[in-house]
Nanobody
């Protein structure tokens, strides 16, 4: 079983940056596709980004391409989401997610974190 703990959320002005981190427990982190989802108030949870087992492949939803960067450090069992040029519409709870298979779209998730709030003011 893998447990995920997010950190790094907060309040930022539009145009600013935040870096989210997700620390994973367990010895199988490097065998999991990892990614991020988000859920805004009154909306469904949506896929944001994912990174392959080695970190060599990444996949993003269109609305964050060019602004967000996902990466992972398998030695530290951690996945990151660097968010630049933030917009008010990026405001949401951001969830770390993992899957025990190769799937850079994370069509199925095996593990969820508890979420971290990101608020972007205009």
């Amino acid at each position: 079983q893998v447990q995920l703990v997010e950190s790094g959320g907060g309040l930022v002005q539009a145009g600013g940056s935040l870096r989210l981190s997700c620390a994973a427990s367990g010895r199988t982190f490097s065998r999991n596709t990892m990614g991020w989802f988000r859920q805004a108030p009154g909306k469904e949870r949506e896929f944001v980004a994912a990174v392959s087992l080695s970190g060599g492949r990444t996949y993003y939803t269109d609305s964050v391409k060019g602004r967000f960067t996902i990466s992972r450090d398998n030695a530290k069992n951690t996945v990151y989401l660097q968010m630049n040029s933030l917009k008010p519409e990026d405001t949401a709870v951001y969830y770390c997610a993992g899957r025990r298979e190769v799937d850079v779209t994370l069509s199925k998730v095996d593990y969820w974190g508890q979420g971290t709030q990101v608020t972007v003011s205009s």
